[in-house]
């Protein structure tokens, strides 16, 4: 193991416990809270500039320089050259984005799109998963394991393919998880084992199972993944030429991005690469809304680590016995209990910003917007798009702000829901839609029933495109 690199107790200030990266739990043996990633910077060599990155492009023949996440790997050593696993994952960019500008209510050119949808297996936790996996190999780990909601078992199955020497076992819940995502993780060839029960369920199994049998845990309590994550931000700051924007606004599911975001800015300050910090915007779905009931209705803090623990417990009590369970179309972010709480309030706390929810009908009508866009994006990213909409209209961001909206996962993930809402059939809409309380589709674009007769469909594109 590389030394410049330990394990610390994100509640450090207070526990100050330390230890080396042979751990897989991911806890602190004194207090029980997750493990950071931390590094001994003053023995590593750090770049004098973030431009000085972009030497790497000249080496794109190597494949840890052609990464989009491991090309940054200055900025997380943890792992000898040797010991990476990657397949050519984060080549993402950022893109300016004039029309949803407008929607959103942004000045033109003061919104940015990073679509992580680009990645191998069509969502951002590619950028987490090569350097999880990459920590999995260190340790010597065989099989390795998560719940999920879909888009982290596409990408675990993905990487244990890739591996040829590691066995994935995924844990899905019960009618949770959407058919493309399904698809990749039994195509990759991973264990699926589906549990009756939801997202929460699962992850309270898989913790249990990995600790009896010793399988490598890849959930976001993982922190490589968090290492890896770091990365978006990176390319963002290279997609705006190194300046720092105004606003970062993400979907808030388990809550690993926004930790991982505040960690990556909060690093770049303190080495002095980057002269200001951004603002996070985290939004939840309203039908698990968490993170915002916690954050901004009852104003929990992180408090240098000293957060109100028991106000939590009383939030999480509450919601059992009013046997309130997270329902969202958006099932990427249908989470109850994000495991990364504390490091989300403390990235929150460190960068400042707000959380907010945007209802499934917002976000299926923004990711509609967004493709009307030339982005294609699944159900739970349209929610950074709504919520930064909502924010403008708060006038918490301003017209003038430079934005960038994270869409987390691809648009064919989840294209039950996108059939359903350009449906032409009303009862089609009614049954995937309706039920869930969608009322309207406000940028349908229904496919027309036209004879098969020459003159007929020429008349009808006629009717439809002049
Ligand atoms: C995992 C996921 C999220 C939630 O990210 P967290 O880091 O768990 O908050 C959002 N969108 C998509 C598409 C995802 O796959
Ligand atoms: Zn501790």
Not at 210 to 216: E, K, P, T, V
């Amino acid at each position: 193991m590389q030394t410049e690199a330990v394990y610390q107790c994100c509640i450090h200030p207070q526990c100050r416990n330390s230890s080396d990266l042979s751990d897989t739990t991911f806890r602190c043996k004194r207090c029980g809270s997750l493990m950071d990633v931390c590094y001994d910077w003053n023995r590593l060599p750090i770049p004098k500039k973030l431009s000085e990155f972009e030497a790497k492009w000249s080496r794109r023949y190597d494949p840890l320089d052609y990464s989009g996440v491991w090309r940054f790997r200055e900025l997380f050593p943890f792992a000898r050259p040797e010991q990476i696993l990657t397949v050519g994952e984060g080549q993402t960019i950022l893109q300016q984005a004039n029309g949803i500008a407008e929607y959103v209510g942004l000045n033109p050119g003061c919104l940015f799109l990073q679509y992580e949808g680009m990645n191998p297996s069509g969502s951002f936790k590619d950028n987490g998963m090569t350097a999880a996996f990459t920590h999995a190999r260190m340790v010597g780990a065989r099989r390795a394991a998560c719940a999920s909601t879909g888009n982290t078992s596409a990408s675990l199955a993905m990487y244990c393919a890739a591996s040829q020497t590691m066995k994935a076992i995924i844990f899905i819940g019960s009618g949770k998880i959407s058919y493309g995502k399904l698809a990749q993780a039994l195509d990759h060839g991973a264990l699926t084992v589906q549990i009756a029960g939801d997202f929460d369920d699962a992850l309270t199994r898989v913790q249990q199972v990995s600790a009896q049998l010793g399988i490598y845990l890849v959930n976001s309590i993982n922190p490589f993944r968090l290492e890896g994550q770091k990365t978006i931000m990176y390319r963002i700051l290279e997609g705006l030429r190194w300046e720092v924007p105004d606003w970062i606004v993400v979907p808030g599911g388990n809550l690993g991005n926004v930790s991982s975001f505040g960690k990556a800015f909060v690093e770049l300050f303190e080495l002095g690469l980057i002269p200001r910090l951004p603002k996070l915007a985290v939004i939840n779905a309203a039908g698990a809304h968490t993170f915002y009931q916690l954050h901004d209705r009852q104003q929990v803090r992180w408090q240098s680590g000293q957060l109100d623990q028991a106000k939590i417990e009383n939030y999480f009590k509450q919601m059992d016995s009013n046997q309130d369970r997270a329902n969202t179309l958006a099932s990427a972010i249908e989470i109850n209990r994000p495991v990364n709480l504390p490091k989300a309030l403390r990235a929150l706390e460190r960068c400042g910003g707000v959380v907010r929810e945007a209802t499934d009908q917002e976000m299926l009508d923004a990711k509609a917007r967004v493709a009307m866009g030339g982005f294609g994006c699944e159900p739970a990213s349209g929610a950074s798009v709504a919520g930064a909409k909502r924010l403008c209209q708060e006038g918490i961001i301003a017209k003038s702000d430079r934005v960038v909206c994270i869409l987390t996962g691809h648009a064919l993930k989840d294209p039950n829901i996108t059939i359903a809402y350009h449906a032409t059939d009303p009862k089609m809409f009614e049954e995937v839609l309706g039920k869930r309380g969608v009322r309207r589709a406000m940028f349908a674009n229904r496919a027309i029933q036209v004879s098969n007769d020459l003159d007929e469909i020429i008349k009808a594109i006629e009717v439809f495109t002049s």
